[in-house]
């Protein structure tokens, strides 16, 4: 299968057409996009069967990438619910998808958001193999089998929890809250239950030979991540991470795609370092962070906790955020959940890319910036990042206040806050009037 993969094709000096639409994307030249494919510093997630695919890039250099997990559970949602969900991510700005389901008709629900998703669409095989025969049945033929059917059916990214090795899980119960990735705690449960190494591991090749096949992402997973602040950049977690390092250049070698996923509750302060250890271990891989949660303490509103780390995380080296919705730590998110964890991640994404200076990023904000100058609210509300919520809060704000009558009276130049006769906006156009008269 030489050649197949976007990695090898970019090894052998070819621009493939998903480089050329993702330096198109990036504003940035094919050739820069082809040397950081080559290089594994850049991945484009791209299965082959994948049809409908409008690719990204992911890369630390690129602008920031969200992803959106969906999925239903054995207690909650139904694959029309994941319909709306899918086009509520898509629609607010999710880069990419993750279909995490555990319950029902795995399979249907992922090739309907297969064939209706033109983002890239990751999984976590091993959630399907304990769907199938519980979490005795982890192993390496229902592994390789699950895998290879996920694969064929056109999934983009995959992440396995390879890096969770046997002797690791002493290190992580030691901890206030254990293991928290949910492939994590059940491989650990697994090996320590059979006492044998995490077949994610042993057979890393046999994954390999599949990826090669579709041009599968690897997205190394992070089963050891830390949930909550005390357990955060501790001795397991940092152990895991060694691991994925041997597997990233093991990717490369094979001429596999691959990102690596990282921590969930760390404190500001631990970020930068988070972000910097990784590159260096990691060989500048592709970094997916979840969060970061930067305090533990608000349940209800993790997702604008996680997108403050999540800002910081970008800023200081991450390629993706995982977005978090207010419902994490306590249900499955609905689809208003989904929507306002997008939106406060593309904020966060958003502004990480401004302070980087990365090509194109600051457009919007000139642009919304001419048009509050203008007053032109229906260039404004374009320009936004949820244009339906402002248009909203524009419409209720005249409504509440009373002021239709101003507001024709004065063509809306001016909003609530200030009213006509206060704002400041106006002001300085006359300021500026008066200037070009004088």
Same mark, same amino acid.
């Given at each position: 299968? @030489?050649?197949?993969?976007?990695?090898?094709?970019?090894?052998?000096?070819?621009?493939?057409?998903?480089?050329?639409?993702?330096?198109?994307?990036?504003?940035?030249?094919?050739?820069?996009?082809?040397?950081?494919?080559?290089?594994?510093?850049?991945?484009?997630?791209?299965?082959?069967?994948?049809?409908?695919?409008?690719?990204?890039?992911?890369?630390?250099?690129?602008?920031?990438?969200?992803?959106?997990?969906?999925?239903?559970?054995?207690?909650?949602?139904?694959?029309?619910?994941?319909?709306?969900?899918?086009?509520?991510?898509?629609?607010?700005?999710?880069?990419?998808?993750?279909?995490?389901?555990?319950?029902?008709?795995?399979?249907?629900?992922?090739?309907?958001?297969?064939?209706?998703?033109?983002?890239?669409?990751?999984?976590?095989?091993?959630?399907?193999?304990?769907?199938?025969?519980?979490?005795?049945?982890?192993?390496?033929?229902?592994?390789?089998?699950?895998?290879?059917?996920?694969?064929?059916?056109?999934?983009?990214?995959?992440?396995?929890?390879?890096?969770?090795?046997?002797?690791?899980?002493?290190?992580?119960?030691?901890?206030?809250?254990?293991?928290?990735?949910?492939?994590?705690?059940?491989?650990?449960?697994?090996?320590?239950?059979?006492?044998?190494?995490?077949?994610?591991?042993?057979?890393?090749?046999?994954?390999?030979?599949?990826?090669?096949?579709?041009?599968?992402?690897? @997205?190394?997973?992070?089963?050891?991540?830390?949930?909550?602040?005390?357990?955060?950049?501790?001795?397991?977690?940092?152990?895991?991470?060694?691991?994925?390092?041997?597997?990233?250049?093991?990717?490369?070698?094979?001429?596999?795609?691959?990102?690596?996923?990282?921590?969930?509750?760390?404190?500001?302060?631990?970020?930068?370092?988070?972000?910097?250890?990784?590159?260096?271990?990691?060989?500048?891989?592709?970094?997916?962070?979840?969060?970061?949660?930067?305090?533990?303490?608000?349940?209800?509103?993790?997702?604008?906790?996680?997108?403050?780390?999540?800002?910081?995380?970008?800023?200081?080296?991450?390629?993706?955020?995982?977005?978090?919705?207010?419902?994490?730590? /306590?249900?499955?998110?609905?689809?208003?959940?989904?929507?306002?964890?997008?939106?406060?991640?593309?904020?966060?994404?958003?502004?990480?890319? /401004?302070?980087?200076?990365?090509?194109?990023?600051?457009?919007?904000?000139?642009?919304?910036?001419?048009?509050?100058?203008?007053?032109?609210?229906?260039?404004?509300? @374009?320009?936004?990042?949820?244009?339906?919520?402002?248009?909203?809060?524009?419409?209720?704000?005249?409504?509440?206040? @009373?002021?239709?009558?101003?507001?024709?009276?004065?063509?809306?130049?001016?909003?609530?806050?200030?009213?006509?006769?206060?704002?400041?906006?106006?002001?300085?156009?006359?300021?500026?009037?008066?200037?070009?008269?004088?």
């Amino acid at each position: 299968m @030489s050649g197949l993969t976007q990695a090898l094709l970019a090894k052998e000096g070819k621009i493939t057409e998903q480089m050329k639409r993702v330096a198109e994307k990036e504003g940035r030249s094919a050739e820069f996009i082809r040397e950081r494919v080559a290089d594994g510093r850049v991945v484009i997630p791209a299965n082959v069967n994948h049809t409908n695919l409008d690719p990204i890039g992911i890369g630390r250099e690129l602008l920031t990438k969200i992803n959106a997990n969906i999925g239903n559970s054995s207690l909650s949602s139904c694959p029309k619910e994941e319909q709306e969900k899918l086009r509520t991510a898509l629609k607010y700005g999710a880069d990419t998808v993750m279909d995490l389901s555990t319950g029902g008709n795995i399979v249907k629900i992922r090739a309907d958001l297969l064939a209706k998703c033109p983002a890239p669409v990751g999984t976590v095989p091993v959630y399907e193999m304990v769907a199938r025969a519980g979490a005795d049945g982890i192993g390496r033929d229902l592994m390789l089998q699950v895998i290879e059917e996920q694969a064929r059916q056109g999934v983009d990214y995959m992440t396995i929890h390879a890096g969770l090795l046997r002797r690791y899980v002493p290190l992580a119960v030691k901890r206030k809250l254990g293991i928290v990735s949910r492939g994590g705690a059940l491989l650990a449960g697994w090996m320590m239950k059979h006492g044998k190494e995490n077949p994610f591991y042993e057979f890393f090749d046999d994954i390999l030979a599949v990826c090669l096949k579709y041009d599968v992402t690897l @997205s190394l997973g992070d089963g050891l991540r830390p949930g909550c602040l005390a357990d955060a950049s501790d001795e397991a977690q940092f152990a895991e991470l060694d691991t994925l390092g041997e597997l990233v250049f093991r990717c490369r070698k094979a001429g596999v795609q691959a990102m690596v996923e990282g921590p969930g509750h760390v404190p500001m302060n631990e970020i930068e370092m988070n972000m910097k250890r990784e590159q260096e271990v990691c060989g500048d891989a592709p970094f997916y962070i979840l969060g970061p949660v930067v305090i533990d303490c608000a349940p209800g509103y993790d997702h604008l906790v996680a997108s403050m780390g999540g800002m910081l995380g970008a800023y200081h080296g991450a390629a993706m955020l995982c977005y978090v919705t207010p419902k994490e730590h /306590i249900g499955l998110p609905n689809n208003e959940d989904v929507r306002q964890g997008v939106v406060a991640f593309k904020i966060a994404a958003h502004a990480a890319d /401004i302070g980087l200076g990365k090509p194109g990023a600051r457009k919007r904000d000139d642009a919304i910036s001419d048009a509050r100058a203008e007053f032109d609210w229906d260039k404004q509300f @374009s320009c936004a990042l949820d244009e339906d919520r402002a248009r909203t809060a524009r419409a209720e704000a005249i409504r509440e206040s @009373s002021a239709e009558e101003i507001a024709r009276k004065h063509d809306g130049k001016y909003c609530t806050m200030c009213g006509p006769d206060f704002c400041s906006v106006r002001i300085s156009e006359r300021l500026k009037q008066a200037m070009k008269q004088e």
